[in-house]
């Protein structure tokens, strides 16, 4: 017995294949937050921000543990909340690179939000 499958089926196929195989070497290729890379390589904190964003590592912490795990911030905001925010650096980019920024907001002294700002 064999298995006929049909020209739309066998499209689709390779498109899964290819997705897997995508997602597959991203996520093989991707740094992971090591805090000591973090604090000696300020240069390379830019390929660290997505694994702390992404595995919400920093979500309901302390100010005391986030500086703990990330060293001192950049800056301090205080508005309507507080946030912290520590500099990236610049990664490779055709154009110009920008500044890249991590903002760390804080809602009764607990991070509520991680993300990424262009300076």
Not at 67 to 74: C, F, K, M, T
Request: glycine residues 4%.
């Amino acid at each position: 017995m064999r298995l006929q499958l049909k020209r739309n089926d066998k499209i689709g196929l390779l498109f899964f294949i290819a997705f897997v195989l995508g997602t597959s070497l991203i996520y093989q290729f991707e740094e992971r937050f090591d805090d000591n890379i973090w604090r000696s390589e300020p240069s390379r904190r830019y390929k660290l921000a997505d694994d702390i964003i992404e595995s919400r590592l920093l979500i309901g912490k302390t100010k005391v543990e986030v500086v703990a795990l990330l060293g001192d911030s950049y800056s301090t905001l205080s508005l309507n909340k507080e946030s912290f925010i520590y500099s990236l650096g610049k990664p490779p980019s055709f154009l110009e690179p920008k500044m890249e920024l991590l903002l760390i907001v804080f809602v009764n002294q607990k991070v509520i939000e991680v993300t990424r700002l262009q300076e």
